[in-house]
């Protein structure tokens, strides 16, 4: 990678969120909370519908990151605020997640810090996603 400067736009990254990849995620996680497979739970809790996983959002959306530098082990560190849940909807097509992050900081000992901004249906997600890397 050659130099990296502030203000450097990463690629963006779309994810497809889908009830199959939630009931996937629920088996691997353990989090088995029906409002993030069932219609009636999430309704009964006030949930505008079934909604993805927190962590699942986070950890999907670090991916952009791992593709931007190419070594998933270069990440130091990793912040979020989740201000919106992500509803996914019962079809083939589920949501999309959009992912675009900004070099915010270059440190002289190699590490960089990104800002990711995380969007469903235009609305963020999740807020000051900062993401630390040694290149």
Known sequence: MSAVLVGAQLPSLSLRLTRAGLVRYAGASGDLNPIHYSDRVASSVALPGVIAHGMLTMGASLRAVNEWTGNPGSVLDYSTRFTRPVVVPDS??????????????????GRVRVDLTVRCNGEKVLARTRVVVRL
Do not use: N
Request: glycine fraction near 12%.
């Open 92 to 109: 083939e097509d589920g949501v999309e997640v959009t992912v675009e992050g900004v070099v915010a900081a270059v440190q002289d000992d």
